[in-house]
């Protein structure tokens, strides 16, 4: 016999649910300030590093990695903390472990030896590494909190909503901070205003995430995976996979070598302020968001690999614009900007997609392991050998460091272009379930942040599947 819920019951959980959705929209709009200013390069720290403390190259380069070498080493850390923690609390434990991390940053930068930049560097590597690695662990349990209760029919709709409006947040903390740090001439005490505003609405964030009613319970049973020889010998016989590991750590190194350092060049080099880097960011998310749809529907006709490679050299075209800016013609950074949203937004799109069709579901945790070791420790030593080759370099050419600039900045649309045909050996099969791939994301996630291009990622984790 068939059993029904009262109706009252079902209404409560109506109201429970739909209480969910709203709270979690409104945590991420609170979470939003800090969340962009804890990317590895943005306005924010950019601005602190070189503006305010006057880091060497080196040390922002190796900084700049930490966020990547914590991606790295989560995946030992993570499957542990989830056995032990539900869901919610593996978003919460964390979060509030991060939000703690920048609250002693206040401290850090008032107790800090500021006119030591060495040991500046230091105080803040060890600081960075402990706020990236709650980062990424928060980052793991949101995704798996979100996969929870949002039934994947409604999270196209809901989270493309929500996405608008986190993305709306972040544009205008970013204009904001950008103003404020040139304002007040990028005193420490402007560093730390902005730190404590974001700080306290990350524990508003934090309560309405506690508050949440949905997602409490601890994870499901999981089917019995293949013994890990086997899964092994599958990855290896997964030759298109295996390729796009490789491509994934050419881009990789292309995109971190020196891409860290555009905002430095902007500061220091282009003698910008704080408030033009910023409209910049902004200008490349409007970019991207105007050419999603039409990304989109070439990603559907004609393949991901295909599109993706495009996207990549018209991407790449506009960033030799790199090698050749001098604070005279700096004005074309304005269209510069524009035209990488719009043409990296297919190549975002496609290489999540594709990562989707090339991992073998029997042996789908090994493989976004493989791929995540790989790229994350690409990614990890290219802006630590970016800078350190950086600091060489102007010590030895130091009457003309926009020369080193320039020669350093067309590294990248070298390898990247290389990379696209090495892509193009890539063999396209179907599609993957979408869940199987929410680890290999991060790094997209992480560097998407370099690019001004966050709010594109929530797109491409949540856009719904027309095919």
Excluded at 65 to 82: K, Y
Excluded at 155 to 162: T, V
Excluded at 416 to 437: I, K, M, N, Q
Aim: glycine letters at 8%; one cysteine or more.
């Amino acid at each position: 016999m068939k059993v029904t819920q009262p109706r009252h019951h079902r209404q409560q959980l109506r109201a429970a649910f739909r209480r969910s959705l709203n709270l979690c929209t409104a945590e991420g709009m609170a979470g939003t300030p800090l969340v962009a200013i804890s990317l590895p390069v943005n306005v924010f720290l950019s601005a602190l590093f070189t503006k305010s403390l006057h880091l060497p190259k080196a040390t922002i380069g190796f900084i700049a990695a930490l966020p990547f070498l914590c991606n790295f080493l989560q995946v030992f850390v993570a499957p542990w903390v989830s056995r032990r923690l539900s869901a919610k609390a593996h978003v919460y434990v964390p979060v509030t472990a991060h939000l703690l991390s920048w609250a002693a940053l206040i401290v850090i930068l008032e107790v800090m030896p500021r006119h030591d930049p060495l040991a500046v560097g230091r105080w803040l590597a060890v600081w960075f590494f402990v706020s990236s690695f709650a980062a990424s662990l928060a980052g793991v349990g949101w995704n798996a909190w979100i996969q929870e209760w949002v039934p994947s029919r409604l999270r196209g709709r809901y989270f493309s909503r929500r996405n608008q409006l986190l993305s709306l947040a972040t544009m205008t903390f970013l204009v904001v901070t950008g103003w404020a740090l040139e304002h007040w001439n990028y005193s420490i005490r402007v560093f730390q205003a902005i730190i404590l505003g974001a700080v306290l609405l990350r524990m508003l964030s934090v309560v309405w995430i506690w508050q949440t009613p949905a997602g409490a319970s601890h994870g499901h049973g999981r089917k019995a995976a293949l013994p890990l020889g086997d899964q092994i010998a599958l990855i290896r016989r997964s030759k298109s996979l295996l390729a796009f590991v490789g491509f994934g750590a050419v881009w990789s190194f292309a995109a971190n070598c020196y891409g860290p350092f555009y905002h430095v060049f902007m500061f220091e080099e282009l003698e910008l302020s704080a408030f033009q880097v910023g409209t910049f960011s902004t200008l490349a998310a409007l970019g991207g968001a105007a050419s999603l749809p039409a990304w989109g529907k070439l990603l559907d006709r004609y393949g991901n690999k295909a599109v993706m490679a495009v996207s990549l050299l018209l991407w790449q075209s506009g960033n030799v614009t790199w090698c050749f800016l001098t604070p005279e013609n700096s004005l074309v950074l304005y269209g510069q900007w524009i035209w990488s949203g719009m043409t990296s937004a297919g190549f975002i799109l496609g290489q999540f997609t594709l990562l989707l069709k090339l991992i073998p579901v029997a042996a789908k945790n090994l493989a976004i392991g493989v791929y995540l070791s790989v790229t994350s420790v690409v990614a990890a030593a290219a802006p630590v050998l970016g800078g350190t080759s950086l600091d060489w370099a102007l010590a030895r050419w130091s009457t003309d460091p926009l020369l080193v600039y320039h020669l350093c900045f067309i590294v990248q649309p070298v390898l990247a272009c290389t990379g696209a045909f090495w892509l193009l050996r890539v063999h396209e099969p179907s599609a993957s379930s979408l869940t199987s791939v929410v680890g290999a994301m991060r790094n997209i996630r992480t560097l998407s942040g370099i690019f001004g291009l966050s709010f594109l990622v929530n797109y491409v984790f949540y856009r719904p599947q027309r095919r």
